[in-house]
C-alpha cells in the first residue's frame, strides 16, 4: 500500500456502491498519506459524513439515470453516453486543476474514467475487467479496456484465484495492464449482536429503479407478522427513521450504524451490487438478492453466486416473500 503521498483519490458517483468500498481503502491509504477526496451527488455526501476531516472537491457528475424498464437499459445508457463522455472530458481537465492546486504526486480513480494524468501515477480500481451488457458485451469490454489505458495499475477488490466473488468479471480477461488483486474490500466488521430485525432490506442504485424496488418491499412487509426494516439508501443531511406499522424506513445510515443493523438483522435483502457482496461476504449473512433490472452484471453475479448455493434471488418484478424460504437450501456468506 502506499506510503507518504498526497492522494487525490476520485469516486464515481452512480449508486453508493462505489463510494462505500472507498471507504475501508481510504481508511487504510489516511493513516501514512495524505488524501483529497473527489466526487459528487450522494456518493459525495456519504463520504463527507464519513471523512468530515477530509479536504473535498466536487466534480462534474456523469448524471446517470436507469430506464424504468429494464429490458431497455443498455439503450438508455447508449443513449447518455454522449453527456457520460463529456463529463469524463471535464473531469479530466479538472484533474489538472487539482493536481496544481494540492501538488499531487499520486491518483486513484474508483471507476472515474477522465481521473488520471499522463505525468502522476494513477491507479484504477474496477471489478470489471470485462463489462457485461448483453448482446454489446464485446463491445463494451473493448471500450473500457480503451479508457483503462490510460492509467499505469488496475487495482482489483477480490480474490485471485477459482474461489472469487467476481467470477469472469474480473478473471481470466486478458489486458495489457500490472493488476493487483486486493481480496474483497468491505467498511464493515463481523459483530454479534441481538437480534434487532426479522428481515432487512437495504436499496441502493440510480432512480427510478430504487424507488420502485422500495414500494414493492414495503409492499409486501407491511402486512407481515416480523420485524423488518428498510434502509432506503437516500443520503441527506441527518439519519431518520420513519415507522410504519411494523416497518422502520430508515434514509441512509453511516458505516458504524449500518454495519451494527446488518449484524443484527436474520435476513438480508439488497441488490446484487458488488460493494454488497463483499460486504455481506465479510459479515458472513445470509442474503436474498434482487438484482436491478436491466443491469447485466448484477444478473450475472446474483446467478453466479446462485451456482454456487450461496444465495438465491428472484427478479424485481417476481418477487413474493415466500421466496425467502429458499434461504434455507443456501449456505449463505459462510
Known sequence: MLKNQRILFGVLNWGLGHAARSIPLIRQLQQNNEIII???????????????????????SYSIRYSKY??????????????????????????????????????????????????????????QLSVLSGITTSISTKIQHSLIKNFDEIWVPDFEGKNNLSGKLSHKISIDKKITYLGPVSRFQQSNFKKKYDILAILSGPEPQR????????????????????????????????????????????????????????????????????????????????????????????RYLDSKKIAPFSGQSDFKIEDLKKLDNYTGFY
Do not use: C
Not at 80 to 109: C, G, H, M
Not at 241 to 248: A, C, G, L, T, Y
Not at 262 to 291: H, W
Open 38 to 60: 473527489a466526487s459528487d451527488g450522494e456518493a459525495l455526501k456519504l463520504l463527507q459524513n464519513e471523512f468530515p476531516h477530509l479536504k473535498f472537491e466536487k466534480l462534474p
Open 211 to 302: 424507488s420502485i424496488l422500495e414500494k414493492k418491499l414495503y409492499g409486501e412487509f407491511i402486512n407481515l407478522p416480523k420485524k423488518t426494516a428498510i434502509v432506503q439508501g437516500i443520503i441527506e443531511e441527518e439519519t431518520r427513521i420513519i415507522k410504519k406499522n411494523n416497518v422502520h424506513l430508515y434514509n441512509f445510515l453511516l458505516s458504524d450504524a449500518l454495519e451494527k443493523l446488518i449484524n443484527s438483522s436474520e435476513i438480508i435483502i439488497a441488490r446484487s451490487g458488488y460493494t454488497s457482496i463483499m460486504d455481506f461476504y465479510q459479515l458472513k449473512k445470509k442474503v436474498f438478492f434482487i438484482p436491478t433490472p436491466g443491469q447485466s452484471e448484477q444478473n450475472y453475479l446474483a
Open 70 to 127: 429494464g429490458v431497455l437499459l443498455p439503450l438508455y445508457i447508449l443513449w447518455q453516453s454522449p453527456k457520460i463522455w463529456k463529463a469524463i472530458t471535464r473531469e479530466n481537465k479538472q484533474v489538472d486543476f487539482l493536481i496544481k492546486k494540492y501538488n499531487i504526486n499520486q491518483i486513484i480513480s474508483d471507476n472515474r474514467y477522465g481521473f488520471y494524468h499522463k505525468n502522476i501515477p494513477s491507479i484504477f480500481i474496477t471489478h
